[in-house]
C-alpha cells in the first residue's frame, strides 16, 4: 500500500509541475485559447494555403510561446530590455529573475532591425521593376494605395491609442508584413505579435477583401479597358534605376534608407549581369533562412497576456479598414487616370498599389478578366504593385521621422 501511495504521489507530483496543471490556475485558460489560435492559424497556411511562408512559421512561434513553463515567449520589448535579462536583471510580477531563452535571442534580430531590411533584400532580388520604369506614372497609384495608413492613423488616435501605436497599427494597411514589422519594432514592440498576425492575416486575404472594394469603386465599362503594350525597357534603365531611388528617397527620407536600400540593393543584384551568384543566394538560402527566424521569433511575442485584450480586437478591425482604404485610395486614383487619359487606363490597376506583391496584381488581373476575357492587366499592375513596395518603405520612413 505504501509503494502504491509512493508511485501515485510520484504521478501526483510531476503532474503538478507540468504545463497540464498549469492550465487549471488562474489565467491558464489564456494559454489554451491561444494554443488553439495557433492550430486555427497553422490550418490557415497549410490547408487554405494562406501566406505559408510566413504564417507557418508565426502560428508555430504561437503555439511554443503560448506552451506553458516551456520558456518560449519572447520576455522583453526592447534592447535595454534584452541586456537586463541576460544579465539576470529582469523579473516577473511575482519578483522572480528571468532567465532568457532561445526566443528571446532570436527575437533579437527583430528588435535590432536586422531581420526585416534583410527580407527586403531577398524581395529586391526577385523583383522586376520593368513594368514600373515603363510606366512611371504608377509611381501615383502605389503613392495614392497608402491612403489607408494615414487614414487608419487618424482613427487609431480618435480611439485613444498613443501617436506611436497608431503609426505601428495604420502601416499594416500597406499591406507589407516586413514592413509592419520594422516600423512596430521601432514605435510600439509591445503590441508586434498582434500587428504582424493581423498584416499577414490580410495579405494573404487579398483575393477576399479586395475584389468587393474594386467593384463598388468602378464601372463595367471602365473594368473592361484593354491596355495597350508597355515601352521597351533598357539594360542600363534597369541597372540605373535602383541606384537613383536608393540617393533620391534616402535624402529626402533617411529614416527610410534602410527599407528602400537593401530593397534596391537586391534589385542591383539581380539586374547587373555581374552577381547572379550572390543574388540567387539572396532570393534562396539568405530569404529562407530569415523568414524562418522572423516568423519564429514574431509569433513568440503573442503570448495570452500581450494577446488577449480588447485592444487587439481595435488593431485587427484598424488593420482592415487600413487595408481597404489603401484598395480604394489606389483604385480611385486609377479612375483618374482613366479619366485623364481619356480610357486609355484601367482603373483595376490601381487597387495593386498596395505592397501585396504579386497577390494584388494577380487579383486585378482576375477582376479584369472577369469583365473582358480578353484582357490582360497583369504586367500593367505589376507597376503600381511595386510601386506599393517603394511606397510602404517611404510611409514607414515618414511614421518613423515624425514619431520615432
Known amino acids: 500500500m505504501e509503494v502504491l501511495q509512493g508511485v501515485w504521489e510520484v504521478i501526483k507530483s510531476i503532474f503538478l509541475n507540468s504545463g497540464y496543471a498549469y492550465f487549471f490556475s488562474d489565467g491558464g485558460w489564456k494559454n489554451l ?3 488553439i489560435v495557433a492550430f486555427f492559424f497553422l490550418w490557415l497556411g497549410i490547408k487554405r494555403g494562406f501566406e505559408p511562408l510566413l504564417m507557418i512559421p508565426i502560428a508555430f512561434g504561437m503555439l511554443l510561446a503560448n506552451l506553458p513553463m516551456a520558456n518560449l515567449a519572447v520576455q522583453y520589448h526592447d534592447l535595454q530590455g534584452f541586456i537586463d535579462l541576460v544579465a539576470g536583471r529582469l523579473t516577473d510580477e511575482a519578483g522572480k529573475t528571468l532567465t532568457p531563452g532561445l526566443m528571446d535571442f532570436l527575437y533579437f534580430g527583430v528588435k535590432a532591425g536586422i ?3 534583410l527580407i527586403f533584400l531577398g524581395i529586391g532580388s526577385m523583383t522586376d521593376f520593368t513594368s514600373l520604369i515603363a ?16 487614414i487608419a492613423y487618424l482613427v487609431a488616435i480618435l480611439l485613444g491609442f498613443a501617436p506611436n501605436e497608431a503609426g505601428s497599427i495604420a502601416i499594416i494597411g ?3 508584413g516586413p514592413t509592419a514589422i520594422f516600423v512596430t519594432s521601432k514605435l510600439a514592440p509591445a503590441m508586434l505579435g498582434t500587428i504582424a498576425v493581423a498584416a499577414y492575416s490580410y495579405m494573404a486575404l487579398v483575393p477576399v477583401i479586395q475584389p468587393p472594394i474594386m467593384r463598388a469603386l468602378t464601372t463595367k465599362k471602365e473594368r473592361s479597358v484593354v491596355m495597350g503594350n508597355l515601352r521597351p525597357v533598357s539594360k542600363l534603365e534597369k541597372i540605373l534605376f535602383p541606384i537613383m531611388v536608393t540617393v533620391i528617397v534616402s535624402l529626402l527620407l533617411p529614416d527610410a534608407a534602410t527599407l528602400v536600400g537593401m530593397l534596391m540593393l537586391g534589385n542591383l543584384l539581380k539586374e547587373s549581369g555581374r552577381t547572379d551568384r550572390i543574388a540567387k543566394a539572396a532570393q534562396n538560402e539568405l530569404m529562407n533562412i530569415v523568414t524562418i527566424l522572423l516568423g519564429l521569433s514574431v509569433g513568440a511575442t503573442t503570448s495570452a497576456q500581450a494577446f488577449l485584450n480588447l485592444n487587439t480586437l481595435k488593431i485587427v478591425l484598424l488593420g482592415l479598414l487600413a487595408f481597404g482604404f489603401g484598395t480604394a485610395g489606389g483604385t480611385l486614383f486609377g479612375k483618374l487616370m482613366y479619366l485623364l487619359s481619356r480610357g486609355k487606363v484601367n482603373p483595376l490597376i490601381g ?14 488581373q482576375k477582376v479584369g478578366a472577369q469583365e473582358n476575357p480578353s484582357n490582360f492587366l497583369l504586367m500593367h499592375a505589376m507597376g503600381p504593385n511595386v510601386s506599393g513596395v517603394i511606397g510602404s518603405a517611404v510611409a514607414a520612413g515618414i511614421l518613423l521621422t515624425l514619431l520615432g
Open 33 to 35: 485559447v491561444m494554443i
Open 135 to 150: 510606366r512611371p506614372s504608377s509611381f501615383i497609384l502605389g503613392a495614392a494605395a497608402q491612403l489607408g495608413i494615414f
Open 174 to 176: 500597406g499591406a507589407d
Open 351 to 364: 487597387s495593386a498599389g498596395v505592397s501585396a506583391v504579386p497577390m494584388a496584381a494577380r487579383v486585378s
Open 115 to 117: 531581420y526585416p531590411p
